[in-house]
Each structure stands twice: as C-alpha cells, then as structure tokens.
C-alpha cells in the first residue's frame, strides 16, 4: 500500500508564496511520475503540474505556468509544489498523486493524498 501525505498548506495573502510537500511511504517512489492537482469548491478537480520519475521532465497548467515550480527529491520520496505570486483564484484543495505515466488526466493517476487547503484572501 502506497500513502501520501500533503503538507504546508495554509492562507496567503495575494502575491504571496507558500510550498507544499508530498511524503510518500513506499520503496518505489522514484519508479513513478507524480503530479499535483486542485480541486475548489464547486468545481472539478483540475491538473496543475506533473513530473517525470527521475526529474527530468515537468508539465504545467497554463494557469500557472511561470508562477509554480514542481519538484522532487527520490532520496527523501518527496515531491514539492512551489507556488509564487499566488491569485485569489489559486484557492483549493491541493492533492498530490502518483501515476504510471506523465499525464494530466486524474484516471491516469492510482494513489492520492488527502489534501492540503491553500487559500489567498487579503
């Protein structure tokens, strides 16, 4: 059984940063790309950024293309989403997930975390 654990949510003002980390359990975290996804209230839950098992290779929602960094460390079976100058509409629900392949897709993806909150509100 794979876990996944999201942290370092919380509210920031416009403009502002935050990074969230996603701890995995598991001995075969760098097999597998990961991707972020954001989910707000009332809407679907949408792709924001994926990365490939060695680091090599990201992709990125246009929406936040140039504003979020994704990154991973194998060692610690740790994946990270830097966000920069955070809107207002960046509001959600941030999950991290593991997939077999680099995609954007939520059916591609087989674990998921529970979620962290990140909400931007002046």
């Known amino acids: 059984q794979v876990h996944l654990v999201e942290s370092g949510g919380g509210l920031v003002q416009p403009g502002g940063s935050l990074r969230l980390s996603c701890a995995t359990s598991g001995r075969t975290f760098s097999n597998y790309p990961m991707g972020w996804f954001r989910q707000a209230p009332g809407k679907e839950r949408e792709f924001v950024a994926a990365i490939t098992s060695n680091g090599g290779g990201t992709n990125y929602a246009s929406s936040v293309k140039g504003r979020f960094t994704i990154a991973r460390d194998n060692a610690k079976n740790t994946v990270y989403l830097q966000l920069t100058n955070l809107k207002p509409e960046d509001t959600a629900v941030y999950y991290c997930?593991?997939?077999?392949?680099?995609?954007?897709?939520?059916?591609?993806?087989?674990?998921w975390g529970q979620g962290t909150q990140v909400t931007v509100s002046s």
């Open positions: 997930a593991r997939s077999g392949i680099l995609s954007t897709m939520p059916d591609h993806y087989d674990y």
